[in-house]
């Protein structure tokens, strides 16, 4: 039936043009952002997760940050604890230098000062970012004798944990300014003299080459023998935590690619699939103009037929 009233195959090539025209409108929206979720209307749940993830990777990238923080401050106790070991090193020799009767221990003894203040410029500049772990001070307020540094970020279910590394100043330290508890400050006795040193205070100067003074003489030598296996002892568990620092740091960079891989999966857009559908969408908006177009002519032909 033919109307002027009611043109049905207008409407429908409206309705169809209209569905058309809102495609298009999407799909250009994802080429142009490059996204085909890009908020929460497009696909709610996959939005949610993609939001959740970069939040997430984020907190990891912080997570890397931190792990570089702490390799330098390890990387810093490591170099210092290398250095006092050769220190020390020098001062065993200058001891078993002095066990020779007849040398000058007086001389000797001003060569090991000098060490001696070589290796507490060492304790005392092995600092990185206000961290110094190989001379310390355990009666300090905020002293902690276990250091953490953040390594992990992980999420399960609504859970957030932290994960850490731990290192043990107790194991490192080389001086402890509130109860010489450290490698090199740590004190003891010798058997004959009856005097107390440290590594970091023996002297010399006033033995003699008696059996009794020649005795303390290899005790000292023993003192600062146990003090370099400490230190090598420590350097050793450094260098295995700076190891361990590393390879996470490794695999925190490798999580977070996999994170931005997985985020990519469920929103970003597909742009080959885009471009095609793009160029598909504008024929059929093409089409639906021209639709559109011949079902608005049908009330001018039924105007003819009273022209005649």
């Known amino acids: 039936m033919a109307s002027i009233m009611t043109n049905g195959s207008a409407m429908t090539a409206l309705q169809s043009l209209t569905a058309t025209i809102r495609s298009l409108d999407t799909t250009?929206?994802?080429?142009s952002t490059g996204y085909r979720v890009g908020s929460a209307e497009d696909n709610a749940?996959?939005?949610?997760?993609?939001?959740?993830?970069r939040s997430d990777n984020g907190a990891l990238s912080t997570v890397k940050d931190a792990l570089g923080l702490g390799a330098a401050t390890i990387d810093v106790a490591y170099t210092g604890m290398n250095s006092a070991i050769e220190a020390a090193k020098e001062i065993k020799n200058k001891l078993v230098a002095a066990r020779q009767p007849g040398v000058d221990r007086n001389k000797i003894q001003s060569e090991i000062t000098e060490l001696q203040r070589q290796l507490q410029s060492i304790g005392n500049t092995s600092?990185?970012?206000?961290?110094?772990?190989?001379?310390v001070d355990s009666a300090a307020v905020d002293y902690?004798?276990?250091?953490?540094?953040?390594?992990?970020?992980?999420?399960?279910?609504?859970a957030i944990s932290i994960g850490t590394i731990s290192i043990s100043v107790e194991e490192v330290k080389l001086y402890d300014a509130a109860?010489?508890?450290?490698i090199i400050d740590l004190e003891d006795t010798t058997a004959n003299g009856g005097v107390t040193y440290s590594v970091a205070t023996l002297s010399i100067s006033?033995?003699?080459?008696?059996?009794?003074?020649?005795a303390d003489l290899e005790q000292m030598i023993s003192w600062v023998d146990t003090a370099i296996g400490s230190m090598t002892t420590s350097a050793a568990n450094l260098g295995a935590v700076k190891q361990r620092v590393t390879l996470q740091q490794d695999f925190v960079k490798t999580l977070m690619d996999a994170i931005t891989r997985g985020i990519g999966t469920l929103v970003d857009a597909d742009m080959n699939e885009e471009s095609t559908r793009l160029q598909a969408l504008q024929v059929q908006q093409q089409l639906g103009v021209q639709?559109?177009?011949i079902a608005n002519q049908n009330s001018q032909q039924i105007l003819s037929l009273f022209r005649n």
């Open 45 to 53: 749940a996959y939005w949610s997760i993609a939001t959740t993830m």
């Open 291 to 293: 639709s559109l177009s």
């Open 206 to 214: 006033a033995l003699t080459n008696t059996d009794n003074d020649l």
């Open 144 to 158: 902690n004798a276990t250091k953490t540094i953040v390594a992990s970020f992980s999420r399960t279910g609504g």
């Open 28 to 31: 250009q929206a994802r080429i």
């Open 127 to 135: 600092t990185f970012s206000g961290e110094n772990w190989l001379s």
């Open 179 to 182: 109860d010489q508890s450290g």
